[in-house]
């Protein structure tokens, strides 16, 4: 069942998959600097298909709720280019890290201006302009997740943004020392309570692999209704391929080849441009904070069906 297929028997591949990697399920610790997350069971496996037209294939913990972490930070950056354009690539860059995702040691290099929208520092920058464009960053982005995905119930989890508030010390470094070149232009606690609401948001594979179709559909919301250009789409995607995954963006193009942003919780979004949307999900992270057998879930996923970006 190898390569290219036309149309494609996504339950079958996702019960293949689950078989696949149920030897790597454990493997990873879960996310133990937020002790909320630290919890988890790192067994956990779950994973969830959406097609263009919204139809959902899921297998194990799919419909299972975790924290959507990182992987929220597609969405905000969709918002602020949806809003205001390319100005905010004035205040952030396009290139990969090759640091972890809570790096300082290039801000002060590169003036301020962090790398990429989906390093800490840059989804602060994100953050700090949807708030400015919005007056309210994180109700903005929980209303635009319970829309896309049709689940009304989506919600911030208080336990879970307290702990983030409680061990926030380097995001707060990290925002002022922003704010000290000029980049950060609202007040700095404010802006860290709406990224650790942002952060905490709820959700499942199910909600987030239908919150994504957006980048699969060329920036058509699931009302047919236009978010982005195709052009910004297609800058996201190519971001998520080059930058998703922190200092391992480079290993998971190889392996993956598609578009991905991953999250501290555990979750992967993936994206299959004019064709599908995918999230896996199992809390064992490896030393770069991308879950273990979500990886391999998704580069089992691009061999079986053959559908990569190349
Ligand atoms: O900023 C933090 O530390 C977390 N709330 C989000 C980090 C995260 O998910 C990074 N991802 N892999």
Known sequence: MEQQAVAVDYQAVL????????????????????????????????MA?????????????WRHPFSAQSI???????????????????????????????????????NGIPRNPFINAGALVVTDALQTLTGDASSELLEFLREESGNKELAFDPEVAASEAGHGDRNAALAHFMASYGNIAGPVPALLDHYFWQCSITTSCADLTLAARFLARHGLRADGSRLLSRSQAKQINAVMLTCGTYDAAGEFAHRVGLPGKSGVGGGIVAVVPGRCTLCVWSPGLDAHGNSVAGVAALDRFTTLTGLSVF
Do not use: M
């Open 49 to 61: 298909v959406a097609d263009l037209q919204g139809n959902v294939y899921g297998v194990g913990d």
């Open 72 to 110: 929220t930070k597609v969405f905000t950056l969709a918002l602020v280019l949806a809003a205001d354009g390319d100005a905010l690539w004035r205040r952030v860059g396009r290139e990969p890290s090759g640091n972890p995702f809570n790096s300082l040691v290039q801000l002060e290099y590169e």
């Open 15 to 46: 019960e293949q998959i689950a078989h696949d990697v149920s030897p790597l399920l454990g493997s990873g610790r879960p996310a133990e600097y937020i002790p909320a997350l630290a919890g988890v069971d790192p067994a956990r496996f779950g």
